[in-house]
């Protein structure tokens, strides 16, 4: 057996292994209920940020069986996803951007841990009133990457979501352009590589 297969089998999951997924908070329903609400100058500048395509999404709901593919399925060593009739589908920033309408160039995002007990408090109501309530301004905006990075690009299986992502989101300039795209794919294929590791899977 050469290195590449060897290297394929140990990022893809056997096709005879069942996958149950753990409970997300992701929720297209909730971002897009918010998003509807919100007034037209609000929209543009979520646009003028480069997230113009989440305001457009649509899916709703997530799809348990298509999830449950994808994490059978990844090639995490290289990005890909290998179909069943031999086919591989690269998978990339510029990918997730197409998809999901969000910025692919820029500089990385680097999570900081946080150290100590943060003084702000997060919350998906907070967040949503934030919303509702700032005016168009860096608060604002910093309040819809974090309402955004909770409900579709980054959640996970506790509602009060990752408050070292939060922080950084808050506490960096929302002026620099960052890769939001590379962020995602990096966290989806982390959460991949998590879940086998948890459930001994190789």
Same mark, same amino acid.
């Given at each position: 057996?050469?290195?590449?297969?060897?290297?394929?089998?140990?990022?893809?999951?056997?096709?005879?292994?069942?996958?149950?997924?753990?409970?997300?908070?992701?929720?297209?329903?909730?971002?897009?209920?918010?998003?509807?609400?919100?007034?037209?100058?609000?929209?543009?500048?979520?646009?003028?940020?480069?997230?113009? @395509?989440?305001?457009?999404? +649509?899916?709703?709901? =997530?799809? %348990?069986?298509?999830?449950?593919?994808?994490?059978?399925? *990844? &090639? !995490?060593?290289?990005?890909?996803?290998?179909?069943?009739?031999?086919?591989?589908?690269?998978?990339?920033?510029?990918?997730?951007?197409?998809?999901? @309408?969000?910025?692919?160039? +820029?500089?990385?995002? =680097?999570? %900081?841990?946080?150290?100590?007990?943060?003084?702000?408090? *997060? &919350? !998906?109501?907070?967040?949503?009133?934030?919303?509702?309530?700032?005016?168009?301004?860096?608060?604002?905006?910093?309040?819809?990457?974090?309402?955004?990075?909770?409900?579709?690009?980054?959640?996970?299986?506790?509602?009060?979501?990752?408050?070292?992502?939060?922080?950084?989101?808050? &506490?960096?300039?929302?002026?620099?352009?960052?890769?939001?795209?590379?962020?995602?794919?990096?966290?989806?294929?982390?959460?991949?590589?998590?879940?086998?590791?948890?459930?001994?899977?190789?």
């Amino acid at each position: 057996m050469d290195s590449r297969k060897r290297k394929r089998r140990s990022h893809v999951l056997l096709r005879s292994k069942a996958v149950k997924l753990p409970k997300s908070h992701c929720s297209g329903k909730k971002f897009l209920s918010i998003m509807d609400t919100l007034p037209m100058d609000k929209k543009n500048a979520i646009s003028d940020m480069g997230f113009g @395509g989440l305001l457009q999404l +649509g899916c709703k709901e =997530l799809r %348990y069986e298509l999830i449950t593919w994808i994490v059978a399925n *990844y &090639d !995490i060593g290289y990005h890909r996803l290998c179909m069943e009739t031999k086919v591989v589908v690269l998978v990339t920033p510029k990918n997730v951007r197409e998809v999901l @309408g969000i910025p692919d160039n +820029g500089v990385d995002i =680097l999570i %900081y841990n946080r150290r100590g007990t943060p003084n702000r408090t *997060y &919350d !998906i109501k907070i967040l949503e009133a934030n919303l509702r309530d700032l005016p168009v301004g860096e608060e604002f905006m910093k309040s819809f990457l974090i309402f955004a990075c909770a409900t579709i690009l980054a959640p996970n299986s506790k509602q009060e979501g990752m408050h070292d992502l939060w922080d950084t989101v808050w &506490d960096s300039e929302v002026g620099v352009r960052k890769n939001w795209a590379k962020f995602v794919l990096q966290y989806v294929e982390n959460g991949i590589r998590d879940y086998r590791t948890s459930h001994d899977i190789h």
